[in-house]
């Protein structure tokens, strides 16, 4: 059973223990405010140990001045996740946010529930602290972007020009924080678009080629040559469908 605590700088060697690599032949990318997902292969090797030691020079300085805080999740003695809190600056077109720092938790344990505990904590802190949100700048890889989706995430119709500007490729959303953990969803934001809810699987034409297009968008503002599935109004209900040879299949 894995344990989460909050870091401090003597934790920060265990770096070094974390898989970063990722691999993803899709990616998404937003376009006149709905997710598109596209063929466009996105490789992470994994940072190398010089780049380990570059994060662990930053987040010790970070911590020692009090500018950041850092959760890790332990498989015994060893570090296998981390996530992040920025406290020194409120972000956002409102500056009411505070920025989610890394999420980085080795390959081997991104499915039992690793990142989901990692990002709890950090969002209990943030709203601890008074924030009325976290900003969120996600990998665009459909793992990622899906993974903060189902926990609650919106997409921001006006980024953080700071921000924005350091992860251009990044999908760039925010977690409104609520009094607890089961209040993060429901219908209608308030980060200047509606909240994600619907997730559709369209079928375009083009040039004689079938192809399949997924979008996230509100149901009712989606335009599509012709639909073939919508599920229920829910995040949490989302289908996943993959690429494979030119035909979707999930």
């Not at 009090?66 to 981390?82: H, P, R, Y």
């Not at 690793?114 to 900003?135: F, H, I, P, S, V």
């Not at 079938?210 to 149901?219: A, D, L, N, V």
Request: charge should be positive.
């Amino acid at each position: 059973m894995l344990k989460y605590r909050q870091l401090d700088r003597g934790d920060l060697d265990g770096l070094h223990d974390i898989d970063r690599g990722d691999f993803s032949p899709t990616t998404y990318r937003v376009k006149h405010g709905e997710l598109i997902l596209e063929d466009r292969e996105f490789w992470h090797t994994g940072f190398t140990r010089a780049e380990w030691d570059s994060y662990i020079r930053k987040f010790s300085a970070e911590l020692h001045n009090g500018v950041t805080i850092l959760f890790g999740a332990f498989d015994g003695s060893t570090l296998v996740g981390i996530s992040g809190l920025e406290v020194d600056k409120y972000r956002g077109s409102n500056r009411d946010m505070l920025n989610m720092g890394p999420m980085w938790v080795s390959s081997a344990y991104r499915r039992p529930g690793t990142g989901t505990q990692l990002l709890e904590m950090t969002r209990r802190k943030a709203r601890d602290l008074g924030t009325r949100a976290l900003y969120v700048s996600a990998t665009p890889v459909p793992g990622t972007v899906e993974f903060y989706l189902r926990a609650g995430c919106q997409l921001l119709s006006v980024p953080d020009k700071y921000l924005f500007a350091l992860e251009r490729e990044d999908i760039h959303m925010g977690l409104e924080l609520k009094a607890n953990k089961t209040d993060s969803g429901g219908s209608g934001g308030k980060f200047g678009v509606p909240i994600v809810a619907v997730s559709m699987l369209t079928l375009l034409i083009t040039r004689g080629r079938i192809t399949f297009q997924r979008s996230y968008k509100p149901c009712a503002f989606v335009k599509v040559e012709k639909m073939l599935w919508r599920p229920k109004a829910k995040v949490s209900n989302v289908v996943h469908f993959r690429k494979k040879n030119g035909i979707g299949y999930g």
